[in-house]
């Protein structure tokens, strides 16, 4: 693609975002050189990456890369013979640094959900012992470690000693002298000095080095340290040799993997020009489109890229598939040039290996060339007019356009007179539909309009303008053709209408028989679209209602397997326990040798029956909730079952989203949980079944109201077998929360029941009533 097309259509700004999306220098370089392309094979490797960055992102994080700097010119230095500065190393440290963090990015387990990434990352190089040597080495651009080498260590440990010396020397002089200007010693060209006041130099033993400016100041090298100093010297000259020494030894072994370390290099630019793409499509909420070689492009919500995703106006546009040419109309800034520049950027984009901030399912082509004359670019040096500069770039074109090439044409044929402006367009406009090549053009001219409507593979298209508000939608219409709605604006800003009515006569009745036309097709449209909308609405609400009925009813079903299993597990407690306590039972009868013991025997047998009847309750009710569970909907007028009351009526409303329903028993009207429900007609009728002991029927006392039980009044013992068999009733019935009133009394009773729960598998917890429910004279119990 030509610069001048990039820069028409401002895909340069496009490549601006994703610099600043990139992380590193060299993959800002790798941006820049980077170029659309033109090879389907090479578009759908680039988007597929783009695509894995962009769900790499979603599911984890943008990954931090280094900022690592383009060392292509300092590898060459290298090899030449040059040595690495500290500085380079540390570049060379960040790029071996990275290699080994990227390495690891991607688990094997996710390698087939990124496997361009995936493949990408294999290719890098881990060179871990030159890595951590260099960390241990280099503390800084400027500074090496102490621990680079043992001799460097040992010469700067004699520094600092031969440094301690001097200084001690120093400082008694200091401490002694009255010829010193201050009490302190300095540095002049590396060696220690005192500063001696200008008429003692003579007898101060020493070399002058300096004198300050004022002339009464002269700094001496003492004597005694003058051996010293050149001690100090000849460390700081083995020191630099040695940092020097270090310095070639770590470049010759970055010599050794050059191979290596330049592989990476471009490895990692590489991922990072990937996941800038992906950052710029995450931000842009942007989709990967569908590519072809057929010339077909079928944007869905498309939006321009560099209009605000909140303000810019989604359009559905299509070419190449049924039509080769299209020819947009509409009123001055109505949308044309936008409606232009958004087919041609986001051909532009796909072609670089950009997602697109469209809908799902956007098709578009990949072209050879892509071709634009869009806005007044004449040449004041050239004294070229509007009409001349548009026809040179129309002539380049002519001149360079083939087969696979999309061309889009902005006011095609304006700047001169109508009637040749026009005839010029038809004639540019059958050209390329004679050579196949996709056309998008916009034009004001109604002969254009006429030309699209009456020629084969030519389609119209119009920027919906709303005369109501004298403002345009800029939403475009493809089927129809556009009009300018002078008369119509005029009208509404106030002109007289005899202006109007006058207006016409100099129109020709074609024209305005067209534009009755156009205004009549335009306002069925509307008709169409509104019926549309409002039957799509309609189709989304049931499907939804639809979903969210099914979800219910898979999360009950879900419910009603789990509290089955809970009885399950229930009824094999209870039986257990129940054969435990026969057992234990027998034994005491067979040791039972008095009266006292026969009467504790006839009791212990009651208990044994009162144990059997809430087995064979459970059962029942256990066979009558796995035979009912609701696998199609309820409907209206079905007769059901309601679980807690024991008692049949018939649906009155559907279940709303918690699952809540009103079910009519009698001429009553109750609210209750569709996991409260049974279908009546899967019922089996239990009643008139025979159980083995007359009191194993499921009777509710008198005492109890729901999810309350009255126990005042009865016996400790009584009380709990009264509060044993509610509690079994509850779960059973599903409740989460029941009360048992036993009243303030003496205590005793409330106590005893206390303990009773206290050591019950079926409670949760429990708490005394609120004051006004009660106080302590009712208990609050939770059920697991």
Known sequence: MNNKVLKTLDFYKIINMLLERSQSIIGKKTIKNSEVSSDIIEVQKLLDETDEAYRFIIKHRLPGISNIDDLEEDFKLLEIGQYFSPRKLLEVWKLLNTSRFLKNIISEEESSEFKNIFGLINLLNIVAQLEKDIEISIISEDEISDDASPDLKRIRRMIKSKNDLIRDRLNQLIATSDKLMDNLYTLRDGRYVVPVRSEFKNSFKGIVHDQSASGQTVFIEPMFVVDLNNDLKKLEIDEEKEIERILIEFSKRVLEILPELISNLNVIANIDFIFSRGKLAYDME??????????????????????????????????????????????????????????????????????????????????????????????????????????????????????????????????????????????????????????????????????????????????????????????????????????????????????????????????????????????????????????????????????????????????KEKKIKKLEEYIENSIYETEKFCKETINHINKARSKEQSAKLKKISEEILKKMDKINHSKMIKKEIESNILNEPLMLGEEVKVLSLNENGYVQTLPDKNGNLQVKIGILKVNANISDIIRIEKVIDNSKEKISHSKATFIKSDKMYNNKIDVRGYNTEDAIYEIDKFLDDSFISNLNEVTIVHGKGTGVLRNNISDFLRKHKLVKSFSFAKFNEGGDGATIVKLK
């Open 286 to 559: 942007a989709i990967k489109p569908i590519i072809n070689n057929k010339g077909i492009i079928s944007l869905k919500s498309a939006r321009h890229p560099l209009i605000d995703k909140d303000r810019v106006v989604p359009i559905d546009i299509s070419l190449g598939n049924s039509f080769n040419t299209l020819v947009i109309t509409g009123p001055n800034t109505g949308g044309k040039t936008v409606t232009l520049k958004t087919v041609g950027i986001l051909t532009l984009m796909t072609q670089y290996g950009l997602m697109l901030p469209c809908a799902d399912n956007s098709e578009v082509a990949v072209f050879d060339e892509l071709f634009a004359d869009i806005g007044d670019e004449q040449s004041i040096e050239q004294s070229l007019s509007t009409f001349s500069s548009h026809m040179k770039n129309i002539i380049e074109i002519i001149n360079k356009a083939k087969e696979n090439s999309l061309i889009l044409f902005d006011e095609l044929g304006s700047g001169t007179d109508p009637e040749e402006g026009s005839g010029l367009s038809i004639a540019i406009l059958n050209h390329f539909l004679e050579k196949n090549i996709r056309t998008i053009a916009t034009t004001h001219y109604s002969q254009l309009k006429m030309y699209a409507m009456s020629t084969e593979n030519v389609q119209n298209a119009a920027m919906e303008f709303d005369v109501e508000k004298l403002e345009p939608t800029y939403k475009l219409i493809i089927g129809i053709s556009g009009k300018s709605n002078a008369f119509e604006i005029s009208k509404k800003l106030g002109l007289n209408e005899s202006f109007i009515v006058n207006a016409k006569k100099f129109i020709s009745n074609n024209e305005l028989s067209f534009d009755k036309l156009v205004s009549s097709v335009d306002s069925r449209r509307k008709e169409y679209e509104e019926l549309i909308i409002e039957q799509r609405e309609l189709l989304n609400f049931n499907k939804k209602i639809k979903e969210e009925y099914e979800e219910k009813l898979e999360k009950f079903n879900k419910q």
